[in-house]
């Protein structure tokens, strides 16, 4: 199953675009045109997103604080990180902070889904680790 994306982007016309370009081929898309409106997003739980993909560069709060806010809150969440704009300053804040990856703006649709499904790989690879856990601890419950 494709993953559940979330793409935040103060230009509303890229967004826009990629999220159809992105449904066109079977992702569940959701869109925020900034970091507050992302946050909101994902603490609404309509769509339990897998990955975020966050610009750097947006008005108020930037890409690097909406990151460590998205991580706090929703630590098994990927995020990549696009931007314009990079810098290896941001990059190296971005990864410290938890963002699965960072790409360069304007990125090819391929490169992003090849991304997306990486990040996505590794959420499940969590999600199952958890599940594993915790059917260990029943087990071991049980036992007693």
């Not at 995020?79 to 963002?99: D, F, N, Q, R, Y």
């Amino acid at each position: 199953m494709p993953a559940r994306v979330l793409l935040v982007d103060d230009e509303k016309g890229f967004v826009d675009t990629m999220a159809k370009r992105l449904e066109n081929r079977g992702y569940t898309v959701g869109v925020a045109y900034d970091g507050p409106q992302a946050i909101d997003a994902l603490a609404k739980g309509d769509i339990f997103f897998d990955v975020v993909v966050l610009d750097v560069k947006m008005p108020g709060m930037d890409g690097n604080e909406a990151l460590k806010r998205i991580k706090a809150d929703h630590p098994l969440v990927e995020v990549i990180m696009l931007t314009g704009h990079a810098t290896v300053e941001s990059a190296i804040e971005g990864m410290k902070s938890g963002a699965f990856d960072y790409l360069m703006k304007p990125c090819d649709l391929e490169s992003l889904m090849a991304k997306i499904g990486e990040a996505h790989d590794k959420k499940e690879a969590h999600e199952n680790k958890i599940l594993e856990a915790r059917a260990r601890h029943i087990v071991l419950r049980r036992g007693e």
